[in-house]
């Protein structure tokens, strides 16, 4: 949060700034799309944290990458591991999953924080590595984290389950398609 706050805060501060050029008569940086930049940029900043806060909503179907993507782009703002590299490996086509999406969204921060954390301690990216078959979708990182009370009570909101293999953590999701044919049967 304080890295989207800082984030919000120079989007306020360059706003204000072309609020003041513009009523001094500044037409070039209005003409150049200095104005619209900011806007599309505060625009951003808004959407980012609007992803944020828990919603009544049930949960959903969903494909797994999206979520992530967004996990990364809000957790590159974070004031401690920001610079750290993260990588992204997806095995084939994914299937979708059925979870609450800011459940789901705050158990890939998460799980981005404990990747991160881990790359920055050894000096290398952090790997995330997507797979899937018709029974279940796995993000598999590198950490020697567990995930924490959080991430187990965020797990289990979405339906999944956090199991260790060797110096990985595992994600496994139950797939959209395996909830469907339990419920028929």
């Given at each position: 949060?304080?890295?989207?706050?800082?984030?919000?805060?120079?989007?306020?501060?360059?706003?204000s700034?072309?609020?003041?050029?513009a009523?001094?008569?500044?037409?070039?940086?209005?003409?150049?799309?200095?104005?619209?930049?900011?806007?599309?940029?505060?625009?951003?900043?808004?959407a980012?944290i609007?992803?944020?806060?828990?919603?009544?909503?049930?949960?959903?179907?969903?494909?797994?990458?999206?979520?992530?993507?967004?996990?990364?782009?809000?957790?590159?703002?974070?004031?401690?591991?920001?610079?750290?590299?993260?990588?992204?490996a997806?095995?084939?086509?994914?299937?979708?999953?059925?979870?609450p999406?800011?459940?789901?969204?705050?158990?890939?921060?998460?799980?981005?924080?404990?990747?991160?954390?881990?790359?920055?301690?050894?000096?290398?990216?952090?790997?995330?590595?997507?797979?899937?078959?018709?029974?279940?979708?796995?993000?598999?990182?590198?950490?020697?984290?567990?995930?924490?009370?959080?991430?187990?009570?965020?797990?289990?909101t979405?339906?999944?389950?956090?199991?260790?293999?060797?110096?990985?953590?595992?994600?496994?999701?139950p797939?959209?398609?395996?909830?469907?044919?339990?419920?028929?049967?």
């Amino acid at each position: 949060l304080a890295g989207l706050v800082h984030m919000l805060n120079n989007r306020v501060t360059a706003l204000s700034v072309c609020a003041e050029l513009a009523a001094m008569g500044d037409d070039q940086m209005i003409s150049d799309g200095l104005l619209t930049t900011e806007v599309r940029r505060l625009q951003a900043a808004s959407a980012m944290i609007g992803l944020m806060p828990p919603r009544p909503h049930q949960p959903e179907a969903l494909e797994i990458r999206p979520v992530l993507d967004d996990a990364l782009a809000l957790h590159a703002h974070h004031p401690r591991t920001r610079l750290v590299e993260c990588e992204v490996a997806a095995e084939g086509a994914m299937q979708p999953v059925r979870a609450p999406r800011w459940a789901l969204l705050r158990l890939m921060l998460v799980l981005v924080d404990a990747a991160k954390d881990s790359a920055a301690s050894t000096s290398t990216r952090a790997s995330f590595h997507l797979s899937s078959d018709e029974r279940e979708v796995r993000l598999r990182i590198v950490t020697p984290s567990d995930g924490g009370a959080y991430g187990a009570e965020m797990t289990a909101t979405c339906g999944g389950m956090l199991a260790r293999d060797g110096d990985a953590l595992v994600l496994t999701l139950p797939s959209l398609l395996a909830l469907r044919q339990r419920e028929r049967e």
